[in-house]
């Protein structure tokens, strides 16, 4: 791995715990993958990480732009569904060749964007980026855990793989 977990940007953005914007939650996403995935980090209350949210819609209501954020970044994503047969051969790479963006809903602020960044198949644990409320202080999460939050389509996952672009 490239990164030092408590580089990621590992908060919740919810107006009682930050005055930051109320969508920056997909934002968080793809600047956590870019640091994960390139070693660059982009600080979150910075002039270039407002102009992020500017440009995803993050600062006024929800990231509906969010594609233009992962342009910028140089960062391709690919949706996909699976199911937890699928882990042996679908998290090879995770953390170094991509990120998986997933969403979540979670009672203390409904829907909510997350970065798996790492899994441990020993004891089937994700390590997971900006969900501190489920997650240990190292941000790692069993699947019995995970797989209670996470939006689900078509009996799987379902998330969206985040790589650096071509």
């Known amino acids: ?3 030092e977990w408590f580089s990621i ?3 919740n953005t919810d107006y009682k715990d930050s005055e930051r914007y109320c969508a920056d939650c997909q934002v968080v996403t793809a600047v956590n993958a870019y640091y994960v995935l390139t070693g660059e980090k982009i600080v979150q209350n910075t002039p270039e990480y407002y102009e992020l ?3 995803a819609g993050a600062v006024a209501g929800s990231a509906i732009s ?5 342009d910028l970044l140089g960062l391709v994503t690919c949706d996909q569904s699976f199911g937890f047969l699928d882990y042996d051969y679908v998290f090879d790479g995770l953390g170094t060749d991509y990120v998986i963006e ?3 809903w979670y009672k203390r602020y409904g829907f909510h964007s997350v970065a798996v960044i790492d899994y441990e198949p020993h004891c089937r644990a994700f390590r997971v980026a ?3 409320w489920l997650t240990t202080e190292d941000g790692w999460i069993f699947y019995e855990d995970l797989d209670q939050v996470l939006r689900h389509l078509n009996n799987g996952w379902d998330v969206r793989q985040i790589k650096i672009g071509p």
């Not at 969010?66 to 992962?70: L, N, P």
């Open 53 to 55: 949210c500017e440009l």
């Open 66 to 70: 969010i594609d233009k954020v992962y």
């Open 9 to 11: 940007i590992n908060q």
């Open 130 to 132: 900006n969900f501190k």
């Open 1 to 3: 791995m490239n990164y």
């Open 102 to 104: 997933a969403n979540i």
